[in-house]
């Protein structure tokens, strides 16, 4: 009857607590990975022993949850929750007019809501268990409270098991030195979620950035200043695509070649053309970019992009390579319809006017553009704030120039427009 509430044997790697001598323990996951689970056991770890009366490591805790309720239903009395996962010797009581749990042992955990901070003012604390950190509402106030109540004891811990978001406060508790990091997709945890589930959410979010964030747990960071959004990227989700007018392929060629080279960014993109160009909508379909690749091999995956998707156009910068460019593709397709572009500005200064398509909500994308929206939430007007060079979001600017932005320049001439 024991072995069902011995955790450490069941447990995954990602729900057991590091070694080493650490303040705080973020358990960082996608949805259902077992986030809460192993949040409940930590906190059964810090206030049991051996016997069921023996005093544990702590005995003050605090529990705290974005409101009340969820700490209640989700911490507290929840599937995963501190009562399911306690053997009845060791089942605390629920005392619902003092917001608290007492353990035989006389250990006491309190509940606040993350919504009144100030209700952390005051009461002291040896351990505690946060829950969702990255979604409060008003996270600064209510952890910095916190801080100041767990003083108690020799060496005061805390877990905090959270989906990530890209909010200061989590940020920086992941870079302190006392904090270590366990991390789990949703995928780790399959074996206790049904299958259903797994089957449509992957096929709805997989390649997504907020896939990327829910379900594999990965911190999204935009950058200070971000020409894109997150918000504004998955406002421009789309599962289907229009009936295109003209689709063009776009690449931005690397300087070097072989493995240790830069990516060649190469992204598929198809324009909706009703009306004139100003009023045209773009889909991006493909981000075919390669990394380590010899020119033999960008210019095949180029090409192979410019047949499955029976595009117009191959558009290719060739402000580093000039006409050997062109010679690597015709090496490939001879007949592959092909243009050079030059770049005048830098690559900041050309991306902002393809960002104000975003804003404009006349670009959307295909699910399968994580790389690419990665790279396009760390570029600003002052520069990429990424490692490397943002050759993705450099393809992608030269594909929506080609297909939107240099038709419009050439409709507001009104020598091209009378001949059109």
């Keep these: 009857m024991a072995l069902p509430y011995l955790f450490e044997f069941w447990a995954m790697a990602h729900q057991l607590p590091p070694e080493g001598d650490w303040r705080s323990w973020v358990v960082m996951g996608g949805r259902g990975a077992g986030k809460t689970r192993a949040g409940a056991e930590w906190v059964r770890g810090q206030v049991e022993e051996s016997l069921p009366l023996s ?114 406060v989590l940020k920086e508790l992941l870079d302190l030195p006392t904090t270590a990091v366990t991390h789990a997709p949703t995928e780790a945890n399959a074996a206790n979620l049904a299958g259903s589930f797994l089957e449509a959410v992957r096929a709805r979010y997989a390649g997504t950035r907020l896939g990327r964030q829910e379900l594999d747990g990965v911190l999204l960071e935009d950058a200070e200043g971000a020409l894109w959004r997150s918000s504004m990227i998955e406002a421009a989700r789309v599962d289907t695509v229009p009936r295109l007018s003209r689709i063009v392929v776009a690449v931005d060629p690397p300087v070097t070649s072989g493995k240790r080279s830069d990516t060649c960014g190469i992204v598929v993109s198809g324009a909706v053309t009703v009306g004139p160009p100003q009023d045209w909508r773009v889909v991006v379909l493909e981000d075919a970019s390669v990394s380590g690749a010899t020119p033999t091999e960008w210019a095949q995956a180029a090409v192979d992009a410019l047949h499955r998707h029976g595009a117009e156009r191959l558009v290719a910068e060739v402000n580093q390579g000039g006409d050997l460019v062109e010679t690597v593709v015709r090496q490939i397709d001879p007949l592959a319809p092909y243009r050079g572009v030059h770049a005048t500005r830098g690559k900041a200064a050309r991306a902002e006017p393809v960002a104000a398509l975003y804003e404009q909500g006349r670009v959307a994308h295909l699910p399968g553009l994580a790389a690419l929206e990665d790279e396009m939430c760390r570029m600003t007007a002052q520069g990429f704030e990424g490692s490397g060079s943002p050759d993705r979001v450099d393809a992608l600017v030269w594909a929506l120039h080609d297909l939107v932005l240099a038709p419009a320049a050439a409709w507001r001439n009104p020598q091209v427009r009378s001949l059109g």
């Design 55 to 168: 005093p544990g490591r702590a005995s003050r805790v605090a529990l705290v949850g974005e409101t009340l309720d969820q700490a209640r239903e989700v911490m507290i009395f929840g599937d995963s929750g501190i009562m399911a996962c306690s053997p009845a010797d060791r089942r605390p009581v629920w005392e619902a007019g003092r917001k608290r749990l007492v353990w035989p042992n006389g250990a006491v955990a309190q509940v606040f809501s993350a919504h009144d901070p100030e209700s952390l003012r005051g009461p002291q604390f040896d351990a505690a268990w946060v829950d969702e950190l990255a979604k409060w509402k008003r996270a600064r106030e209510a952890w910095d409270m916190l801080q100041f109540a767990l003083r108690l004891g020799d060496d005061p811990r805390q877990v905090v098991t959270t989906t990530p978001r890209n909010v200061g």
